[in-house]
Every structure is written in C-alpha cells, then in structure tokens.
C-alpha cells in the first residue's frame, strides 16, 4: 500500500503540540503546586501543641506560640522549596520550548516520517496481528465476531496505552508531596496497614468494573459530615477489592479534591483491642488512636467485621459510643465492612451506627461481567506462562467455575481457577519439553477442575464406562438385590446426561426397605465408583434430629456460636455422597428443609449463609413400610430345616405398592416422594439368598484367622445352618445375619485355640 507522509506529518504536529500543552498542565499537577501553596502556612504535617492546663501561664502561651509558629516555618519552608523547585522547572520549560521545537522539526520529525515511510502501514500490521490472534484464539467458527471484538478492544487498550502523553495516563503519577498533606500518626502506624501506601499499591492489580460501587463511595466520603461508609455483600464477593481500588483511586489522583491527599488506613483491630484486657482501658486506647487519626486529619479508617465492634457479647466489644463520637467529625472518616446477615443483625438495629454509616451493597458480579473480566486478564497470563489462551478456554473458566465453585463468587473464582488451569498446562508443556507456545484447550479446565474437586465434570469415556456397566459395579458389594439395583442405575444414568447443567444435586434418592438389606452399602459402592473412595461419604442419623432445636445443630446457630454439623461437613466435602439414614424421624422442619436442597441444590444455614448442595449425590434411607415389605414377600421369622436345599420363588416388592402403603400410612407425602429421582425399593433378604450371604460372610472369617494364626479353616453348611436357625432373625437383615456367622465361628475358633487343640498349618473343619 503506498503511503502519504503529508497526514502522517500533520497528525505528528498535532500530536507534538498536544504532548507541550498536557504537560504544561501536567507538571502544577505532579508538583502539588496549587495545594501546597494554599497549605503554605499550615503547621508541618499538622505538629500543633494545645493548651492542656486549667487557667492562663503567660508562659505556658508563650511556649505553646513559639511551637506552633516553629511548624508552621517549618512546613513553609518545605512547601516553598518544592514550590520553587517547580516554578524554575516550569520555566525552563517554557523557555526551552523553542528550541525543543526546531530540534523535533528539523530533526526528529523527517527521520519519524522515513521511518513510517518504510514500515508496513498501521492497517496491514493490525490485519497481520488479527489474523495471527483469530487462529490462535478462536476455536470455533460461531465464536468468530465476539473473538474479534475482543482483538478490537485488546488493541484500542495497546494503542491508548503507547499514547503516553493522554492526560488520563498523565495523571495517573501519584503526585509529589501526597504525604505532606496528612499529620505524623506515629502510635496509630503500628496498628494499620496503609492502602494509599507505594508499597501496598505495587502489590496491587487492577480491578475490571465496580464503577457503581466506587461511584457511590466516592459521593458518600465527599460529604461534609456523617461521610462514613458500611460495604454489605456476602463473604468473598469483593468487598474489600472495593476499596482497594478505591484507594487505587487516590493514589493515582483520579478522585474528586475532596478525597485528593487521603490515607486509607486499614485499623487491626484485633492487635488494637488485645493491647488491654480491661474494657474500658480498651475502649480508652481506641479513642487515643482515634485523637491521633483526627489531628493528621485526610484520614479514612477501613474495619473489617465492623458489626463485632458495635454490639456486645460472645466475641464482641460495643465501641458504639467512640464511633458516635469520632464519626460525626470532618477529620476522620470510616468505612466498614459487613455481611447482610451480620448488617441486618447488629447494624441495622443499631439506631446510632444506622444513623452515622451509608450502606452500600456490594454483589457479586454477573456472568457476562466475569467473562470480560476474564477476557482482559488472559494477555497477563499469556505474557507471565507463555501460553496461548482461546475465548472457548476462557468462556469455559466461566461456565465451570460458575457451577462447580460456589464458595468464591465471581470474578475471583474465575480468575482462581483460570491461573490454576494455566500453572497445568504450563508444567505440562515444560515437562513435554514444548518448543512452541503451548495453547490452552477448554477440556483442560475440567481436567483441572477434575483433580481439585474430585468430581466429574464431563462425560469422559471413563465416565461412559461406569454408567454402562453401574449395575455389575455396585452388585460386587450389594447382593441379591438385582431389581433395586437397576432401577437405581438407570436413574442415575438418567441424572448424569444433565452433568454440569441441572441446578439440582447430582442425583436424589429415598432408599426404602428393612434394616440390613443393602442401602447403606449401595451409598458406598456409589461413593467409591463417582468420588474415588468410601472416604467421600457423608452419613447423618436422622432419628437424632427430631425436635427444632436439633435442627439448630445441623444448620448452624447464632446464639451458639457453632456452624452446623451439616453445613459444616457439606462445605468441607462439597463433592460426595449425603446419606440421610431413617429420614423419616426425622422433625417435619428438617424434612421440608430437605425438600428445598432436592429442588433447588442449596439451603441456609443459621447465619444466613447459602450451602451449595449442587455437587452432591444425595441419598436418603427409610426403614418405614419394612413390615409391608416382609408381608408382601411372605418372609417368615423361623427358617425351616430345608432352607438349604431350598429355593424360593420369590417375588419382587413392587414399588408403587409400598409408595401408596407409605401415603395412605401418612409417613411421607407425595410431593416429598415426586421429588426424588428414585424411589427405590429393597427386598428382604430372601430365604435363597441368606445361605448365599452367610458363606461370604464366613469365607472372611476364614481369611483373617488364617492371616493370624495361619490356621486353615473349612465351615460345613450344616455349621452355618444350625448358626442361622437358631440366632438369626431376618427382619434386623445382613447386619445380624453377619453377627450371627462370625459370633458362632469365632467362639469356636477361639476355645479350641484357648485349649490348645489346634497349631499353626493344621486345617480345623467346623
């Protein structure tokens, strides 16, 4: 493409003029000029010595006079070196500006003007570059236009950012002589962290968003009195990024005059509050802290859990009284951080904290805002891991995170689990010893995801294998219960084809049948074969919660202090199976509690605190209906002597039977029962199958005493036979059957090793 060096001159002219105008502007700005000489006679950094006697001493004014004119000397005599400082800069500016222009004509300008003459034009080199970045990130054709809008905005960003002279970039320089604006506040430093510090600021990343929020905190701390601030949102949702961008905010000069040279002090008030044990020393230590902050004066003070500090009890201090009497000042301001719960609690009812604090929400961010959060990050992650990120890798971080993470909310998160996904990938590269830049395909978000939750994430062929062969993986452990068994997998075949989309839990099931026959078993052959192991299995006895105040105990209580054993063990295992074990004891409350986790894949706990419940497979027990089971499969309470040489037809308890049975019993209702899964039903243990059971039971006893004494041991039939008849009752199912085979054997066993009977290597036959 053949160039024209006429524009390309102009808008270089135009540009040089714009860069001599911004930084004449510029430079009042970074010197503090205007600030500093409205301050010229203001003590140094706010040293004033007050009158602390009763009556008039000529000479204690004389003193305090001699002082407080020392500081103010003292702090004009700095302002005006800077100022000073300033003004021959300026000049000098000025005055070489002529000079500076015939050089940039004469000399610059015609070599900038060859060298744009010889390079490729500023449209062909962004075709190159978007060419390059559509194959790299762009993995799907249906993509092509967000991708491409993405590469518009990532290279407006570059081409702004090599614009340095832009007054926004400009003033973007923290200006000299902040510091001077604030008084020495040397007791209060050993117990805050500076926000608005260089130090804290490096440390720091830029946020995405948040321009409401920070546009209502920056309206509120500009208020002449009562500007103080309480940010309310859940744990995790950002609230403390909030002012940190804020406090970006300052640093950089980009508020209002208002908050222009303030300190955003960041109180620990743990350390502040275990100085003293007695509380009125503590509350008097606060106050000198206090003092101190309002005599530097531009001073904001950040608490976290500002709810502990203005109620008492288990935990907390009351210092409602000193915010009344500090807040109201223009010196000093606060902003504090709470959680809806805690705000409605302890704030909201506070008529004093209500009256002197703003609320202002901070929620969690939205999809879509996550997303361009995430879009604008990846360049950081490309550059630190030397990988290639695609949108689809990106969007897929969203989507995954946005289902399977749920005790970060976003962007955080995403951002989580987006540098985790990318650590992955770049280890593996290194450890392939990859040559080229490696690039990020979505499906190793899930591998990721995979491994730091243990929970399947997508339908891998492992996944399909399972799913095919469930019935034969869980007849391994549970035995002779083929009917339940496939009505059990089918459903869950059914739950899975919905994996990572459905807000439910993974699977819900009401497990019905007689004690012993297999449930529990079932749970932890599904924990085993989903989650790895049987240590994924999460077991509650609901007979033990049947009043509301056991309740209080599962969910959690605020009077206690305690967080639930519920909602305890769900956020330490979110990914596992929940066995509710006899549910039906359990206190009406509890069950209707139960009914909203099936529904909508979470509940509250007793501190308003959402538990997610999407990630677990959820299978509740009932022993109710087990004399209808036994009536309908025709079990008897005595076995008869031909048990061995019989086999009974039995026939298979139909569900639907015992659904209605349980109804029309008022046990359960039907729009409990509709809301599970399954409702799967277990035969008593059948006369055929309790032989069958007994000698699998009995070739254990036989391996662990051969394991310990290396003694060989053969039990007759009739052995295990004269067992059953005469201690085994089939209504309590395998459980007493299994105590009855191993009692019977094991006092065998040991009287004859008591007596010497039998040694190692010998065969017994019992």
């Known amino acids: ?23 004449i502007v510029f430079f009042p ?3 503090s000029f205007v600030p500093l000489l409205k301050t010229l006679f203001y003590p140094w950094k706010h040293i004033v010595t007050k009158k602390e006697i009763r009556g008039f001493s000529f000479s204690e004014y004389l003193n305090r006079l001699f002082l407080n004119i020392m500081s103010s000397c003292i702090g004009a005599s700095m302002r005006l070196s800077l100022i000073s400082f300033f003004i021959l800069f300026e000049t000098a500016y000025i005055l070489t500006l002529p000079i500076t222009t ?15 003459l010889i390079q490729p034009t500023e449209e062909e080199m962004k075709e190159k570059s978007k060419s390059a970045f559509m194959a790299s990130h762009c993995l799907e054709k249906k993509n092509t236009l967000i991708v491409s809008s993405w590469f518009e905005e990532l290279w407006n960003k570059e081409k702004a950012a090599k614009k340095w002279w832009d007054k926004k970039t400009l003033f973007a320089y923290p200006p000299l002589a902040r510091d001077w604006a604030v008084g020495y506040t040397p007791t209060l430093d050993l117990y805050v962290e500076d926000l608005t510090s260089s130090t804290y600021q490096s440390t720091q990343r830029h946020i995405v968003g948040r321009k409401n929020e920070l546009g209502e905190m920056q309206e509120v701390l500009s208020k002449s009195e009562e500007a103080n601030i309480v940010l309310v949102g859940e744990e995790g949702v950002g609230k403390r990024t909030v002012v940190d961008a804020l406090a970006r905010l300052i640093y950089e000069g980009q508020t209002g005059k208002q908050l222009a040279y303030k ?61 009344e009497k500090y807040a109201r000042q223009s010196t000093i301001q606060f902003v504090g951080i709470t959680t809806p719960f805690f705000y409605q609690r302890f704030i909201f009812a506070n008529e004093k904290m209500n009256r002197l604090f703003t609320r202002i929400d901070v929620k969690e961010i939205t999809k879509d805002e996550a997303l361009s959060t995430i879009l604008h990050i990846i360049p950081q992650f490309e550059l630190r891991y030397s990988l290639t990120i695609p949108y689809e890798t990106g969007k897929a971080v969203i989507e995954k995170s946005e289902f399977y993470i749920t005790s970060i909310p976003f962007p955080e998160k995403a951002i989580e689990l987006l540098d985790q996904t990318a650590v992955h990938s770049n280890a593996q590269a290194q450890k392939n010893a990859a040559k080229q830049k490696v690039a990020i395909p979505p499906e190793q978000v899930d591998i990721v995801l995979t491994e730091k939750t243990h929970i399947p994430t997508r339908m891998t062929d492992d996944m399909r294998s399972k799913l095919l062969s469930l019935e034969h993986l869980i007849e391994e452990r549970v035995v002779f219960q083929s009917d339940a068994i496939s009505q059990l997998s089918a459903a869950i075949r059914r739950s899975f084809i919905l994996l990572g989309k459905r807000k439910k839990p993974l699977a819900t099931f009401l497990f019905l049948g007689p004690t012993g026959v297999g449930k529990t078993e079932t749970a932890k052959a599904l924990s085993a074969i989903f989650f790895g192991s049987e240590s994924y299995l999460t077991r509650f006895d609901m007979s033990l919660y049947q009043s509301k105040d056991d309740i209080k105990a599962l969910v959690g209580s605020l009077e206690s202090g305690q967080p639930g054993l519920l909602s305890k063990a769900i956020r330490e295992l979110p990914y596992a199976v929940l066995l509710l074990d006899e549910l039906e004891k359990a206190h009406p409350d509890l069950i209707n509690m139960f009914l909203t986790v099936i529904d909508e894949g979470y509940f509250t706990d007793g501190f308003g605190k959402r538990v997610d419940c999407k990630n677990l497979i959820i299978i509740a027990t009932s022993n109710a209906g087990a004399d209808f089971i036994y009536k309908q499969q025709g079990v008897l309470d005595k076995l008869s002597d031909a048990i061995k040489d019989t086999v009974v037809d039995e026939s ?35 006369n055929d199958a309790i032989m069958s059971i007994a000698k699998k039971m009995s070739q254990s006893v036989q391996d662990t005493i051969y394991n310990l004494y290396q003694i060989k041991l053969s039990i007759k039939d009739e052995t295990l036979l004269a067992a059953i008849q005469k201690h085994y009752n089939p209504r309590f199912g395998a459980r007493n059957l299994e105590h009855v085979v191993t009692t019977e054997i094991e006092d065998k066993i040991a009287t004859l090793l008591l007596e010497k009977k039998v040694g190692e290597g010998q065969t017994i036959i019992i």
């Open 1 to 23: 493409m053949k160039k024209d060096a006429l524009p390309y001159i102009r808008q270089a002219l135009k540009d040089y003029v714009e860069i001599v105008g911004n930084l």
């Open 29 to 31: 700005y970074f010197f």
């Open 102 to 116: 015939l050089i940039y004509i004469l000399l610059l300008l015609p070599f900038k003007t060859v060298f744009f």
């Open 263 to 323: 300190r955003i002090l960041k109180l620990n008030m743990e350390k502040i509050l275990t100085t003293f044990t007695d509380l009125k020393q503590r509350e008097q230590f606060f106050e000198e802290l206090m003092d101190e902050a309002t005599q530097a004066e531009r001073v904001i003070l950040l608490i976290e859990n500002i709810d502990k500090y203005c109620a008492s009890g288990d935990g907390r201090i009351d210092l409602t009284g000193s915010f």
């Open 652 to 686: 298979q308890s139909a569900t639907a039977n015992l659904i209605d049975h349980l109804i029309q019993s008022h046990i359960f209702s039907p729009e409990f029962l509709n809301r599970f899964d399954g409702v799967i039903s277990y035969n008593a243990i059948s």
